[in-house]
């Protein structure tokens, strides 16, 4: 079985360009995850989407991040403009929800590394 | 107050021997989930345990257990038999709320850096 795909692994800008990041979950997975991890911590919860809903997205920078998850699948993180302070892995991770504990475990994909200069 | 500590910003272990990463918890939600996670250098987050509130045993999978003291709210994993590819960062997490339907946030700890020594 697949795992969790992201794309790019690694990404450079300069500051206030835009940057796109990409997630496709483990199949069946109706539950995604958009996580951020600074260096030398653990990884934080940006937002949560149940199918094509975001039914969390209370820590969300919403002035310039966005996420969107059109068809309940695949999903893009977006952030417009980076600033250098958003430098950091940015973790996309899925989960079955609704099962017993074991299956609402979360998996997480490779993750970006994002670099703004 | 942090939910979740890890004292030990860095650990060794000799290879072979085993090791034991402490995780302490902060909750007063009587349902909720303790998980361990290994990031090797590649950064991807590996699962490698799970233990519910409720469970009455100690998890254990494979070389990984996790030593359960719900008094104590900790939730420390031991790995026996340490192996050089245990090298990496751990991280301990908690997922308060009903095991039923419905995914929760993860809450995770800042992690220890393990080395396993040849």
């Known amino acids: 079985e697949a795992g969790v795909v992201q794309s790019p692994r690694y990404k450079i800008i300069e500051k206030k360009q835009p940057v796109a990041f990409w997630c496709n979950p483990i199949?069946?997975?109706?539950?995604l995850y958009w996580y951020l991890q600074n260096l030398g911590q653990g990884p934080e919860l940006l937002i949560r989407?149940?199918?094509?809903?975001?039914?969390?997205d209370s820590q969300l920078p919403k002035d310039r991040f966005s996420a969107e998850r059109l068809k309940g699948v695949d999903s893009t993180l977006k952030i417009q403009p980076a600033e250098l302070g958003d430098s950091a892995v940015y973790l996309c991770a899925s989960s079955h929800s609704g099962g017993q504990p074991r299956t609402d475990t979360q998996y997480f994909g490779p993750g970006t590394r994002l670099t703004v200069l | 107050a942090q939910k979740i500590t890890q004292t030990q910003p860095g650990m060794f272990v000799q290879e072979k021997e085993a090791v034991t990463l402490d995780c302490t918890y902060d909750t007063s939600d009587p349902s909720y989930g303790l998980f361990w996670y290994k990031q090797p250098s590649s950064g991807e987050m590996i699962f490698l345990i799970y233990q519910g509130s409720y469970d009455q045993q100690n998890a254990t999978e494979g070389r990984y257990s996790l030593n359960f003291q719900k008094a104590r709210k900790s939730a420390n994993l031991v790995i026996s038999a340490s192996q050089l590819g245990d090298s990496a960062m751990y991280f301990c997490?908690?997922?308060?709320?009903?095991?039923?339907?419905?995914?929760?946030?993860?809450?995770f700890g800042k992690g220890t850096k393990l080395s396993v020594i040849p």
């Open positions: 997490a908690m997922r308060e709320g009903g095991s039923g339907a419905g995914s929760y946030q993860l809450t």
């Open positions: 199949s069946g997975h109706n539950t």
């Open positions: 989407y149940e199918n094509e809903e975001a039914v969390d």
